[in-house]
């Protein structure tokens, strides 16, 4: 037994609502069942009961063993001098106030529907091995149900993804375009490299970038000169010696400073990874563009695809790194790297943009989403096994919110699924 599904049936009146009795033999009527407390304190604030014809209003304590009250020490604590009511599994020993009246208890565990108690030990206690607890009933789950479950869980992920960039709104004065810069140096760094490459982009005056507008030697040359990649002395390229020589003069004129976490990361990655790639394109991308946030951002009928297209140094064409030559080909970026920028970057920011302006369309950033291709990992693979439909990258993101804040942390009670399959067989 666990104390989330005590709450569960509290919350929800998973109980017979008539009949009720306290273990003196009392009668209990459930007014309300409080609000649910997830801090510290009683887990139900301002119930409303009759107990034994007396209305009484106040809060709610939920254990598995009413000796845990004492477990907890709550009789010390004052926070606990209005509970009208200890919800118990087993009421194993009374329990007293500080005045030393007797706290009423409801036992639980004589009168919990079979049927419910068993669906949550399937859920929970079933040895099996499998990918997601309700690995067999998901897909059965009412579609309504499932897709309003599915569209909260992307925007409670957009609400997770907003908070980084408060956070760095907040550290720069709200300048929009550094924010958007910073996020994208992130993006552009991938998983490798991502955090070395936002550290780059904190640590940058933003107005430096606005001045190397239309300079893209010098922004390619302060994007990896700052990221610790041109500090080599035995690379010999001509492209590399001169981004060398741009970056010695930016760092005098502008007291830059190498970050130290760098330089970045190559192993692990395919050559259109390589942070020396990406950083090439970034730069492309902001020599091309210093006006990137309202483009990308406030003019929602943009073309994303052109406004990502960016053209990188001839060098580029054939190499990935700096020394060593490859196979001629234009390094743009793919379309399935901007539809990772859009997922990561653009939405987010868009979202946090229109938050900020009072703007209310959800409607704007779904039609974006659904019209980007869904991700391709293990945990979204393992729902499209089970049957779940995964049409674009709006699914995709759902689904990895659901696993990640839900089903890999056992939160089966606080998920709609979850909460169907008990109602369904309760």
């Known amino acids: 037994m666990r104390e989330e599904l005590l709450h569960y049936i509290w919350k929800y009146k998973k109980f017979p609502v008539n009949g009720l009795m306290t273990s003196e033999n009392e009668t209990i009527e459930v007014l309300h069942v409080g609000n649910h407390n997830h801090l510290s304190g009683p887990d139900f604030f301002n119930a409303q009961l009759k107990i034994g014809g007396q209305l009484w209003a106040g809060n709610v304590e939920v254990h598995i063993k009413s000796s845990d009250w004492y477990a907890h020490k709550h009789e010390n604590d004052e926070n606990y001098d209005n509970v009208i009511l200890h919800v118990v599994w087993e009421n194993d020993v009374s329990v007293f ?21 068993q669906t949550y030990k399937n859920l929970f206690e079933n040895k099996e ?24 869980l992307f925007f409670e992920r957009l609400e997770q993804k907003a908070k980084v960039i408060l956070k760095l709104l907040k550290a720069s004065k709200n300048d929009w375009e550094k924010v958007l810069f910073v996020l994208l140096l992130k993006n552009f760094g991938s998983k490798i490299n991502g955090d070395l490459f936002f550290e780059v982009g904190n640590s940058l005056d933003f107005s430096i970038v606005r001045k190397l507008y239309r300079k893209p030697i010098q922004m390619e040359a ?6 610790g ?28 400073a190498t970050v130290p976490m760098g330089p ?3 192993f692990k990655l395919r050559p259109s990874n390589f942070p020396t790639l990406r950083l090439a394109q970034l730069a492309g991308l902001y020599a091309a563009n210093n006006n990137l946030f309202n483009s990308a951002i406030v003019n929602n009928d943009e073309d994303l695809k052109f406004i990502f297209k960016t053209e990188t140094h001839i060098f580029w064409d054939d190499h990935y ?29 868009r979202f946090c943009y229109l938050k900020s302006r009072g703007i209310a369309r959800e409607w704007e950033l779904l039609t974006l989403i659904e019209g980007v291709n869904s991700e391709d990992n293990s945990i979204v693979k393992g729902y499209e096994e ?3 439909p995964v049409k674009s990258a709006k699914d995709s993101q759902s689904l990895l919110q659901l696993y990640n804040q839900y089903c890999s942390k056992n939160k089966c009670l606080q998920c709609a699924v979850g909460s169907e399959l008990l109602n369904l067989k309760s």
Request: aromatic share 10%; with cysteine; charged share 30%.
């Open 129 to 152: 091995q499998r990918f997601i607890a309700c690995g067999k009933e998901i897909n059965g789950i009412p579609e309504f149900t499932f897709a309003n479950w599915m569209e909260r």
């Open 222 to 227: 302060l994007l990896m000169g700052v990221s």
């Open 321 to 349: 790194t700096f020394g060593k030559r490859s196979k001629k080909r234009k390094k743009n970026i793919s379309q399935k790297f901007i539809d990772l920028l859009v997922i990561n970057t653009i939405l987010p920011l």
């Open 97 to 117: 106030r500080k005045d030393n009246s007797e706290i009423p208890a409801l036992q639980l565990k004589d009168c919990i529907p079979e049927k419910l108690l």
């Open 386 to 388: 089970l049957g779940v």
């Open 229 to 256: 990649l041109l500090e080599s002395d035995e690379i010999i390229d001509s492209h590399y010696i001169r981004l060398k020589e741009e970056f010695k003069f930016l760092k005098n004129k502008f007291q830059l």
């Open 264 to 266: 970045p990361d190559f």
